[in-house]
């Protein structure tokens, strides 16, 4: 029904920056909520930030202002930019979203991409 597909990821030096895309298609009327999660080696996933049509912004305390998210509904594109990497934001990076598929139906669905490989060498 619906496709989340990333992009952008890759291997920086540490201090560098990447931007990652994340592009839906497929049954989508409203993308309510989408957002980047990342999983560490060994560890667990974890929220990095999400954007909602209605309240904006939120991002997880320790990035410490370094990333920003934005999205373009027109384009049903979500973007990361991320500055001043570390090497501690190694990991794979997920898309998720929230999505209303249909305009009668006020149900969401929640949907992950298969993850871009991103890597801050020290």
């Known amino acids: 029904q619906v496709q989340l597909v990333e992009s952008g990821g890759g291997l920086v030096e540490a201090g560098g920056s990447l931007r990652l895309s994340c592009a839906a298609s497929?049954?989508?009327?409203?993308?309510?909520?989408i957002g980047w999660y990342r999983q560490a080696p060994g560890k667990q996933r974890e929220l990095v930030a999400t954007i909602t049509d209605s309240t904006g912004e939120n991002y997880a305390d320790s990035l410490e202002g370094r990333f920003t998210i934005s999205r373009d509904d027109a384009k049903k594109t979500a973007y990361l930019q991320m500055n001043s990497l570390k090497p501690e934001d190694t990991g794979v990076y997920y898309c998720?979203?929230?999505?209303?598929?249909?305009?009668?139906?006020?149900?969401?669905?929640?949907?992950w991409g298969q993850g871009t490989q991103v890597t801050v060498s020290s």
């Open positions: 497929g049954l989508i009327f409203r993308i309510n909520t």
């Open positions: 998720n979203a929230e999505i209303r598929n249909y305009q009668w139906s006020a149900a969401a669905n929640n949907y």
